[in-house]
């Protein structure tokens, strides 16, 4: 449903998204991340038809985005990170007018706009203006924005950004049941969330592609695991012991000895490897009574960390950083990627 | 263009709900009321003709400021205030042609100034029940200076549609269509007083004359002349800043 490939978005001299590659099947929920500044909503922005690509190719529907922007229009329900919306109009009638904007009619209209706004739970604050109704109202609004002509992508920028965990958890939802009829691709700063939600994550960083894929596949295969023995014997018989595991990584075995006789180590495990079995079979070879064995694997916030090399990307990068006009801004901390 | 008629409908239903738009209107029935009152007196003490009457109201004070100030203020917000909130990002990324969206905006702005504007004719209806003006007066040449005032806002208008296309400054969109409206009015006057009123150059004067959009409405729609000319220049001046504001607009998706 969606396709990217080589695409580059300059502003001027900075790179803004370059050469980045991905797919997006039917039915996907995709979560999209990257660290502030990364290029995720100038990508999100070039997919809904509202910058154009310096080069490269995207398709939406089949269609592609600069040739046939209206007809990707079609086929697409955007929820842009900072929603929007007129302040003068009660949110039913901001709905009604989206919906008929979006080529919903008639009888149609009506039903769309009832069922955007129970899904978005916003049934109660359908009377009320939207600018007197809350962020997390407004937010939700636009979600149902997004939903109101039932498109068969969604393309939702940080939709849980600035919410509260009840709010979250009802956008989640929302989210969860939209993936039985739709593809979603959905930018977040909070991984958790995009694990709970999320089939496949996209990571973006200072513009360029750095992961895709499923994201326990992606955790598992790519970062170190931490592997934690206590066992009661010498601290040096356990380390010789540990240190040719396979898997064990050359220098990061750490050896404490603890009281009444127990050692205890710690050692990094390369990506994909298990070596809890054969340190068992080797411990009980040994005759050693073991307290403690167990393999942390790494959180999708290490596995982010490490392939984002730690960077927030405050002071040190303008990549995602440029104005409405294409201008490149300074980056400021702390800064929210809708001014991006 | 049903994406056009649904950005009238919203755009109608904004202007009717600001409380800007009550206020103009409040504003220019105060000053309307008393200067057409004014002239009422004027022409009983003096006998003046009645079929003048629906002329001496158009040259008021409360029509300069419909022309000058209320096509800034009405359209200031069209392209400007989207812009600064980002509601622009929702629009554009619509399945909706920038055009319609254009069009449908410009329609609105000149719907709602008529319907700010049309009112009037009653003051000059309710003159029908005066003891001196009886029912004198002639409804034709109101109908053609209606017109005019239709076709010269609708020109004013775009130029503010336009204007506010250009930045993400209502204040300043709204300068801009004042001080340009202003310019375009005036102009005239003051190139007449630079080359002379009887410039022996027939291109200068035409095209001073063609210039004079203001002129053109007081000196033929104001006194119940229709000219197809002057209907296709205004309609062209439409067209013209119309087709301007969607080059505005469009560029955005080119760069």
Redesign the interface.
Known sequence: MIRVVDLTKRFGPTVAVDQVSFEIGRGEVVGFLGPNGAGKTTTIRVLTGYHPATSGLAEVAGFDVQKHSLDVRKHIGYLPQEVPIYPDLRVVEYLRYRAELKGVRGKDRKLAVSRAMSRAGIENVSRKLVGHVSHGYRQRVGLADALVANPPILVLDEPTSGLDPNQRRRIKQVVRDLADEHTVLFSSHILSEVQDVSSRIIVIHRGSLRADGPPDDLVAHSTRATLHVGARCAGSLLREIVAVLPGVVEGTVEVADGDNGVAAVTSAIAPGQDPTEELGERLQKAAIAVRELKLVMPTLEEYFYAITDGSDDQGESVDDDVGDEGVAVAAVPDSEEGEQ | M??AL??I??EL??YA??PVSWIIAVLFYLVRGFEVAQQVGIFHVYRGDVNQFPQATYSVASTYMMVLLVPGILTMRCFAEE?R??????L??????DFEVVLGKWVAATLFFAILWLPSVCLLHAMEYDSYFGADISFGPVFAAYLGMFLLSGLLLAFGVFASSLT?NVLLSAILTILFNTTLTQSPNILRSVFGASSNEYYVRELISKLDVYGNFSNWFARGLIDTSQVAFYIGGIGFFVFLTWISVTS????
């Open positions: 049903r994406g649904t950005t409908k919203k239903l904004s709900v600001s812009r909130t980002g509601s622009i990002e929702t554009m990324t619509a399945p909706v042609r993400d955005r998706r080119m760069v």
